[in-house]
């Protein structure tokens, strides 16, 4: 089964200055997807950023990007230029590209931004 | 396209009570899932609908807890006779089968068993 480990519970971050968040994956599969997800306090969760596994190139979007080491199983989110709307629980998450159709997260990292 | 809607969104019960959650996914939308996600953790899969045939169930859904989406619109999910361990949040999502892979989170349900 596969499974994912956020190992930081909480981080923190100065408005404007970059965090990376951590994300570390189980599998035996090649082909899989990878998502960061944001779930802001007593709000929904949203679709930060997805990662095909077969793609080599690192996925952007606006301020946020990952670094995907897929022999390491490894998918970190970075955000740049840090923003008060960013605090929130962020959520790494896997699916399978064939058989089950459940999403798969790691536990969360609460990001805190100062101003 | 008003987005992922679930009812209500706090549920308080005594413990033995029934309870059911309504979502209605984006209306495009063919794929239903149910989520539950506990205090400090991240979310975890209950089940999935494509249309109105329930095709995939965790073992998390013991036999208190019944999903239906009879017509392959909205959905609802069941928890008879509740027990304490069974608070948490109820988070439903939907997708297409074109992108399967963004699946578009509700708000969510929180419920509440004294």
């Known amino acids: 089964a596969q499974t994912v480990t956020q190992s930081q519970p909480e981080m923190s971050v100065q408005e404007a200055e970059t965090v990376t968040l951590s994300c570390t994956y189980d599998?035996?599969?090649?082909?899989?997807?990878l998502f960061w997800y944001k779930q802001p306090p007593s709000r929904q969760m949203i679709l930060v950023i997805r990662?095909?596994?077969?793609?080599?190139q690192n996925a952007t979007e606006n301020r946020f990007s990952v670094n995907f080491q897929k022999a390491a199983k490894s998918f970190s989110l970075k955000i740049s230029d840090s923003q008060l709307g960013d605090a929130a629980m962020y959520f790494c998450a896997y699916l399978t590209q064939g058989g089950s159709e459940k999403l798969v997260f790691g536990k969360g990292t609460k990001l805190t931004v100062n101003p | 396209d008003t987005g992922v809607s679930q009812d209500p969104r706090h549920k308080i019960t005594k413990r033995g009570q029934n309870v059911t959650f309504r979502c209605d996914p984006i209306s495009e939308h063919n794929r239903l899932y149910w989520y539950r996600q506990t205090l400090g953790q991240g979310p975890e899969f209950l089940t999935y609908f494509q249309n109105e045939a329930q095709l995939e169930k965790s073992r998390l859904l013991s036999d208190r807890f019944s999903a239906e989406r009879p017509k392959g619109s909205f959905s609802t999910l069941e928890i008879q006779r509740t027990e304490q361990g069974d608070s948490a949040m109820y988070l439903c999502?939907?997708?297409?089968?074109?992108?399967?892979?963004?699946?578009?989170f509700g708000p969510g349900t929180r419920l509440t068993v004294t």
């Open positions: 999502a939907s997708s297409s089968d074109g992108t399967r892979y963004e699946q578009y």
């Open positions: 599998t035996s599969e090649s082909d899989y997807y």
């Open positions: 990662q095909e596994a077969y793609k080599q």
